[in-house]
């Protein structure tokens, strides 16, 4: 699947070409917009980040930053990052949908609280909310 500006808004995760430069994946990151080389400026050199790339990306791909449209990027610790589309392998991109779980333990006590709190994070889940009734 190809990222597009109806893409803004959602959570996704995708693995690049450029991995051993930039990582494997993305994972659990926020579309946040679409932008020129000249905007991406204001978090990256693009003009750098594309003679570092350019090895690793598939045929056809333009030898030239300004040819083709970045990606802004939340990722999950808050911090903004922006990619080439073209280094994005389209067949992993997954968006995620998420909605709310409500779990009622009964006979609890609040060091219980706490434990569970831990297992949790541990998980992998962190925008949590607990309510003792």
Known sequence: MLLTSANIGDVVNFSVYPSSIIGTSFQRVKVKAFLDADSARAYLDPTAMHLAVFPTLPPGVPNDPDKYPW????????????????????????????????????????????RVRQALVAAGFNKLAFTML
Do not use: F, H, M, R
């Open 71 to 114: 990606v802004k990027l939340e990722l999950e610790n808050g911090k903004i990052t922006v990619v080439g589309l073209p280094w994005i392998d389209e067949i992993t991109v997954e968006v995620q949908s998420s909605t709310q779980l409500q779990i009622v333990v009964s006979e609890i006590t609040a060091a219980d609280v706490a």
